[in-house]
Structure formats: C-alpha cells, structure tokens
C-alpha cells in the first residue's frame, strides 16, 4: 500500500466549543487503485481528502506515503511531494483567472523545473495534456473564456503535469451540468486506466462513485466499507444522519 492513514482525527475549535468531524479514519490506497469516499455534505469528506493530500494536518493520527510518515516531513518535503507526486482537482476548479489555459496547467511543472531545456519539455507536455482533455484548440484562452465543463478539464491537465502517483478529486462534477460531468467521470477512469495513477475521489453522489473500485461511507466520524447495490433504490437513510 503507498497511502496509509491509521488512527486520524480532526477536530475543530472555537473558544470553549469543539467540532470533531473525523473521529479515528484507518484506511489504505494502493497504488492504481480507484476509490471513492461518499458522504452528505458536511460529513468531512474534504476535510479527509485534505489531509490524505498534505493539504491539512490531522489532530492525532499518521498518515504515511510511501513508507514516511507525510506530517514528519519538513514545510519543505511535504511541499515538494504535493506538487511532484500528488495532483489536486476541485470542485471549483482554482484556476489563475490572469492566465491561460496553458499557462494554468505548466504552472506546477514551473516549480520544480529550473533550467530553460525543462521549461520548455514542461511546455510541449502542458500542451500535450490539453490535447488530450480536448482542449488543444483552447490553449490561448482564459479561464473565463471558458465553459464549466472546460474549466474542469484544464485543472484535470494541471493536476497531470508532474506525473502524480496520486490524484485527489474534491467533488469534481459537483459544479457542472450533466453532460460535462459524464466527460469528467470518463476522463478519470480513462487517467486512471491510461496512466495507473491512484484516484481518491470524494462525492456525495453515489451513482459517481460507482465507478470507483471501493467504495467508503464517512458517517459519524467513521469511515466504513460501503457496497453499493447493484440496481434499485440507493439506501438515502444513510445521508438523513
């Protein structure tokens, strides 16, 4: 297993009052694998996601890449993993509305590559991924120049760039019609085919995580193994808790 997370709490303080959303996740991800984490909204799914990225620190816990325990990493380390070995897409996309499609997806790999030979590799694979989401005709164009559906394509692109073992998916459909959602849901299964890169995806919507290889239900804190039915009715008493 590459991703572990053991005993992970997180809690939440204002004053004297307290909110202990996770409350002791243990979960394994190996490598290639494709699992989806449901929940109603406020569950802490993003809050878990958060954390399994190196995005938030857990209250208690550990949670380990590779062997190394991801919140013993110096400021520097942990960087330096989320942006060589992770990859991010989320809900609302976050691209830099001052740059193109291209520049938002070369800006990663603009990190980590110093001298012009990488720069310009690093150009040739931005534009190479864009072609491959579709979007090869829209590289000049700006965030707002784009369609919701596109917008989600290019921050897919982006996520891709460093070659991530792991890639993270905050709700990515949750802003989109439909039809551009069923174009984002197959873009991830073919990435997760295509390049065996590891996706955690987290939703509320239990038809989406059927594509998921497992699947897991954050219910009370708790994270539990969750079979989706086959045809029929979805158990909704499990979102009214």
Same mark, same amino acid.
């Given at each position: ?10 809690? $939440?303080?204002?004053?004297?009052? !307290?909110?202990?959303?996770? @409350?002791? =996740?243990?979960?394994?991800? &190996? ?7 449901? !929940?109603?909204? !406020? ?7 958060? =954390?399994?990225? &190196?995005? %938030? ?13 991801? $919140?013993?990493?110096? %400021? ?19 691209? *830099? ?23 310009? +590799?690093? #150009?040739?694979?931005?534009?190479? *991924? ?9 590289? !000049? ?8 559906? +596109?917008?989600?394509?290019?921050? =897919?692109?982006?996520?891709? =760039? ?8 905050? +709700? ?16 991830? @299964?073919?990435?997760?085919? #295509? ?18 290889? #497992?699947? $897991? ?21 499990? $979102?009214?808790?």
């Amino acid at each position: 297993m590459m991703l572990s997370a053991a005993g992970v709490h997180k809690a $939440y303080h204002n004053g004297k009052n !307290g909110l202990e959303v996770l @409350k002791g =996740i243990d979960l394994e991800i &190996g490598s290639g694998e494709f699992a989806a984490i449901t !929940g109603p909204s !406020g569950a802490g799914k993003s809050t878990l996601l958060h =954390i399994l990225g &190196g995005l %938030d620190s857990p209250t208690r816990g550990r949670v380990t890449f590779e062997g190394k325990d991801l $919140y013993g990493l110096s %400021d520097v380390e942990l960087s330096l993993t989320r942006n060589s070995r992770f990859g991010f897409v989320f809900q609302f996309y976050h691209l *830099l509305p001052e740059f193109t499609a291209l520049e938002n997806v070369l800006m990663p790999a603009l990190i980590c590559r110093a001298d012009q030979r990488q720069k310009e +590799e690093a #150009r040739r694979q931005a534009s190479g *991924l864009l072609r491959q989401v579709g979007l090869g005709e829209r590289s !000049g164009h700006f965030p707002a120049q784009l369609s919701g559906g +596109e917008k989600q394509r290019v921050a =897919i692109a982006r996520a891709l =760039i460093n070659q991530p073992q792991f890639l993270f998916c905050d +709700e990515p459909t949750g802003n989109l019609d439909s039809q551009s959602g069923a174009e984002i849901v197959r873009l991830l @299964k073919d990435v997760n085919a #295509r390049d065996k890169a590891a996706v955690v995806l987290v939703t509320h919507n239990l038809e989406l995580a059927k594509i998921a290889d #497992r699947v $897991y239900h954050l219910r009370d804190g708790i994270l539990v193994n969750f079979e989706l039915p086959v045809g029929g009715r979805q158990d909704e008493s499990l $979102y009214q808790r």
